[in-house]
């Protein structure tokens, strides 16, 4: 069965034009507190694809790019609590700049272990660039250096943010409608 277009339906919390907008002031932050440095932005697939392409056009500084994967939502809007690694770093980051890159920050599971196991490689600094925090969710200390839009507990679609793998080319960001049925 098809879901194109079913995302019509639910209602804009941030138009393309509000996201563009507010990625370009993090831009302009991150080469403020970056002048004459380097980073590597570390992107967290699959979500945080879409604002990584865009943030980085919006940043002067020199720069480059990794990606890791980690499992954190199944198919539904739970979490199971466990965080993965299925794609490490392709580049060694000891002695580097990185930003994190991140969709959501939400439990902050995710964010922590991350930064955890980056510690280990002993990068020279590391900062976390969020699209969204939602704090009220919370279950780990850890704040993002960088914030895009701080939203209440809802489950958001569209920007690269998924529900079971679909939306994520949406180009907005949308309320998933509670009690909306699994999709296959
Ligand atoms: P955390 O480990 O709970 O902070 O989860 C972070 C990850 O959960 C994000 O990178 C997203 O992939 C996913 N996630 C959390 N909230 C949402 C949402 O509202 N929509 C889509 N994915 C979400």
């Known amino acids: 069965m ?3 277009n079913i995302h019509k339906d639910f209602p804009v919390l941030f138009t393309e034009q509000e996201i563009a907008h507010r990625t370009a002031e993090i831009g302009r932050q991150i080469d403020h507190d970056y002048q004459g440095k ?5 992107g967290v697939l699959k979500g945080a694809a879409i604002f990584l392409a865009d943030l980085s056009r919006r940043i002067t500084i020199d720069c480059t790019f990794d990606f890791v994967a980690v499992s954190s939502y199944g198919k539904g ?3 199971s609590g ?13 002695g580097k700049n990185i930003i994190i890159v991140e969709d959501i920050l939400d439990t902050g599971l995710t964010l922590c272990f991350l930064r955890s196991l980056f510690e280990q490689h002993k ?3 590391m ?3 969020a699209l969204l925090d939602k704090p009220s969710r919370r279950l ?26 679909r939306f994520r080319n949406v180009p907005d960001i949308r309320l998933m409608p509670p009690g909306y049925p699994e999709l296959h």
């Not at 965080?83 to 000891?94: A, F, R, S, T």
């Not at 780990?140 to 793998?165: C, L, Q, R, S, T």
């Open 123 to 125: 990068p020279c600094s």
């Open 82 to 94: 466990a965080v993965k690694m299925i794609k490490d770093l392709d580049q060694p980051i000891e």
């Open 77 to 79: 809007q739970k979490t």
């Open 140 to 165: 780990e200390k850890i704040e993002a250096d960088y914030v895009g839009f701080k939203i209440p507990n809802h489950f958001v679609v569209g920007y690269g943010m998924d529900y079971a793998e």
């Open 127 to 129: 900062r976390i660039a």
């Open 38 to 42: 380097s980073v590597v932005l570390v």
């Open 2 to 4: 098809s879901h194109a």
